[in-house]
């Protein structure tokens, strides 16, 4: 028996030898695929937080506010603010034209006289509230007259159609922040102007800010990374990727014959998968190790962080196996249905990458609407991932991932069942 599963995985080891674009597919696209996506990711993440974008902003106030909105957005860090093009000044027609056209990704349009209507309305609020409290002796010349009506004000802002929404909103919050400082401010020194110099003191300073606490482990701050997130998320990837050379291999075993002379001699179907699983599970581990030999060993030289991986190899080693478990019951159900490398060749490369999409690996379930939230728990994809994660990024111990590979392991049973039982349905010899 030990003797034919050895037999079994020799013969998957020379069918492997002899599939030149196989392997590219197994060893060296995951490796491009991991390295690529993490320069992409970890470069749009400094443009965001080193790189100034440029942006318009057209001033039809000319006064205090937007002096202040300016001045704000300059030490911000994130925008270089542009007030002319080609040395003249911009109109709100100019602006939105150039952003439309791609050529600014935001321009900011300040109202007119939106600095002494502030002023005005606060005036009034302020007045009207000190009167009631009787702090200041009214007026009846003064009351008899209607307040000045002030209409609301609106800061205008035209994006780029091709920016994403989270800029949008990122944006739009930082502004609208901008905006309530400077009203907070403003209805400050109003009140101290009313009830005169020196009467009350009004500390400006916000009362309630944000502390982002940071994991620990061994007394040492955790920040998780675009490396930490997108190599287990592209590891998982290339693992389930083994399903095209897996079930192509399959279907050429079944169209040149070679399935059938293994039947005729004493040999079950069961230790031809048994030789199968063992062989693409050593290259399931030879991927993993790659991609995290990449990870901690070359990153560092590209200009990326380096893969933290202390005290936590093992059990990424055990959710790495498990995985590859998954993916090879998927891939030997597939060679089995599939009667043509057309139709599992397509089929194979399609499912990965839907398993993928649903499963989270280009985008957060969390983010994701709340039925597809349900999908993604479905994906084995979303299993390895999410034990990948558990062990990587929240520090967990094995019994904890334990639900995890289990089900991981379950699809592999189950795929690797049905597989057993339509090839013994079908089965003609």
């Known amino acids: 028996m030990v003797n034919k599963i050895w037999m079994s995985v020799v013969k998957e080891f020379l069918l492997l030898k002899r599939d030149l674009g196989g392997l590219i597919i197994l060893f060296i696209m995951p490796l491009v695929l991991v390295i690529t996506v993490t320069l992409i990711q970890d470069s749009t993440f400094k443009t965001i937080s080193d790189n100034k974008i440029p942006i318009l902003l057209v001033d039809n106030d000319q006064g205090s506010v937007s002096k202040t909105v300016f001045d704000n957005l300059e030490k911000s860090n994130l925008f270089s603010v542009d007030t002319q093009i080609d040395n003249k000044p911009i109109t709100e027609e100019v602006a939105k034209e150039a952003v439309y056209k791609g050529k600014f990704q935001l321009a900011i349009i300040i109202p007119k006289n939106l600095s002494v209507d502030l002023q005005t309305k606060i005036d009034q609020n302020v007045e009207n509230i000190i009167s009631k409290m009787g702090l200041v002796e009214t007026d009846t010349t003064a009351q008899a007259e209607k307040p000045k009506v002030i209409k609301e004000k609106e800061v205008k ?13 990122a944006v739009m919050s930082s502004i609208d922040k901008m905006i309530s400082q400077i009203e907070t401010k403003s209805i400050y020194t109003t009140f101290q102007n009313q009830l005169g110099e020196g009467t009350a003191e009004f500390e400006q300073k916000s009362f309630i800010t944000f502390k982002e606490i940071i994991p620990k482990i061994n007394n040492k701050e955790v920040r998780p990374n675009s490396v930490q997130h997108n190599v ?15 079930s192509i291999n399959i279907v050429k075993e079944k169209s040149q014959g070679t399935f059938v002379r293994l039947l005729t001699n004493p040999v079950s179907n069961l230790v031809v998968i048994i030789g199968k699983t063992i062989t693409y599970s050593v290259i399931c581990m030879i991927q993993f190790y790659m991609m995290v030999a990449v990870a901690v060993f070359l990153f560092p030289h590209i200009g990326l962080p380096s893969l933290n991986i202390e ?19 998927f891939g030997i159900l597939l060679g089995t249905i599939a009667s043509t490398q057309e139709q599992s060749a397509p089929f194979g490369a399609t499912s990965v990458l839907i398993l993928a ?23 084995p994809m979303n299993w390895g991932l999410e034990a990948f994660y558990d062990v990587l990024l929240r520090n967990v111990s094995f019994l904890e991932i334990i639900p995890k590979i289990s089900l991981l392991f379950l699809f ?3 795929t690797t069942s049905i597989a057993l039982f339509y090839d013994k349905k079908k089965r003609t010899v």
């Open 357 to 379: 999409a649903v499963g989270g690996v280009w985008v957060p379930v969390f983010a994701m609407p709340t039925i597809m939230q349900y999908i993604a728990k479905s994906s």
């Open 232 to 246: 287990p998320a592209w590891t998982l990837f290339a693992i389930f990727f083994i399903v095209i050379p897996l």
């Open 157 to 169: 802002l035209y994006f780029d159609p091709a920016v994403q929404m989270s800029f949008k909103n």
């Open 311 to 329: 005290g936590h190899l093992f059990l990424m080693s055990v959710v790495a196996l498990f995985s590859g478990f998954a993916a090879i019951g």
């Open 412 to 414: 592999f049973i189950i």
